[in-house]
Nanobody, 127 residues
Framework: QVQLVESGGGLVQAGSSLRLSCASS????????LGWFRQAPGKEREFVSA??????????AYADAVKGRFTITRDNAKNTVYLQMKSQKPEDTAVYFC??????????????????WGQGTQVTVSS
């Protein structure tokens, strides 16, 4: 059974940094695209970042709202993907989810093709 477990969320002040982790089990970690999405109260789930591993290395994608502030990485040996968040803003407040699926990076923003999701971790950024 495939499982994704997020951790690392919390309450931070604006301008601070936080690193989220997503540990995966139950499928060949390196064969799938790993994505991060977030959902704020009263809003739809939105794409944050994604990483796809190929034999030539990792390819990444970022939402414009986080580009230059967030970095996605993965550790295949630990079956874990990370989201390093820097210079956080109050508008980054949301529940953050990781997801896994056979998803081309060009369409990684679409949550529909991801077939497994974690339970989410809350990130709250105070002003």
């Amino acid at each position: 059974q495939v499982q994704l477990v997020e951790s690392g969320g919390g309450l931070v002040q604006a301008g601070s940094s936080l690193r989220l982790s997503c540990a995966s089990s139950g499928r060949t970690f390196s064969a799938y695209t790993l994505g991060w999405f977030r959902q704020a109260p009263g809003k739809e789930r939105e794409f944050v970042s994604a990483l796809r591993w190929t034999r030539w290395g990792s390819s990444t994608a970022y939402a414009d709202a986080v580009k230059g502030r967030f970095t996605i990485t993965r550790d295949n040996a630990k079956n874990t993907v990370y989201l390093q968040m820097k210079s956080q803003k109050p508008e980054d407040t949301a529940v953050y989810f990781c997801a896994s699926g056979v998803v081309p990076l060009a369409t990684a923003e679409n949550p529909v093709p991801y077939d497994y999701w974690g339970q989410g971790t809350q990130v709250t950024v105070s002003s």
